[in-house]
């Protein structure tokens, strides 16, 4: 089973050695605050990453999905809480790894350090480009690029120039950094115009190209 998903170079012993467990949908798998004590592997399903400001406004960084790794904070040179929260976006299966598994792992493992702390630049490199989008692009081509990056990194196949993004509107607009509103307009203009059809639970975009020029017509500005 643990050979389905993707955890690059990760040794099957590390991945059993854990602790597996379910986690339901919208339920928290850890809180900001809590002990960065092991760094936990995603099965099946998709866990969001996210914090609450002190004025309780929710910031997203991150989607994880199947075969990736989250909760770093164990990491670190010495355990420390986690500054973030994961919460599962639908029906999750996770694996649980100690730290002091994990570090002497990483000390006889070379090749899946590397792979680990890859990873870990990967999602710094992520939000420093959601960062960047933020300051630079209009919600429209912004909101273009959100939905073609994430729906082919969850695994939506392009197909028939079509593809399947199965995220709300509400998580959406807290990534983009708007309110819910603003991306209701937008989405609800596209699907007026044959760009998108939207369902209940995703989004279908019938025409990537008319998304990829919105992004393309931005940057040539």
């Known amino acids: 089973m643990l050979a389905a998903a993707n955890f690059a170079h990760a040794p099957q012993s590390l991945l059993l050695g854990g602790r597996a467990f379910k986690v339901a949908a919208h339920e928290p798998v850890f809180d900001a605050g809590s002990p960065g004590e092991r760094i936990y592997a995603l099965k099946l399903g998709r866990v969001l990453i996210y914090s609450i400001t002190r004025l309780g406004r929710e910031i997203n960084y991150s989607i994880i999905n199947p075969g990736e790794f989250f909760g770093f904070a164990a990491l670190a040179d010495k355990p420390r809480a986690e500054v973030v929260s994961a919460v599962a976006l ?26 680990l702390f890859a990873n870990l630049v990967d999602r710094l490199q992520e939000r420093t480009q959601q960062l960047a989008d933020l300051a630079l692009l209009g919600l429209s081509p912004r909101l273009a690029k959100w939905l073609l990056e994430l729906g082919a990194k969850s695994g939506a196949v392009e197909k028939a120039n079509a593809m399947r993004v199965e995220f709300s509107q509400k998580v959406i607009a807290t990534f983009l950094g708007v309110g819910r509103e603003a991306i209701n307009r937008k989405l609800r203009e596209w699907e007026d115009d044959g760009i998108i059809t939207l369902h209940s639970s995703d989004i279908r975009i019938n025409d990537v190209k008319t998304l990829r020029r919105l992004i393309e017509q931005e940057g040539a500005a």
């Open 90 to 115: 639908n029906d999750c299966e996770v694996i649980a790894i100690e730290r002091d598994r994990l570090l002497e792992t990483l000390r006889c493992d070379p090749v899946f350090m590397n792979s």
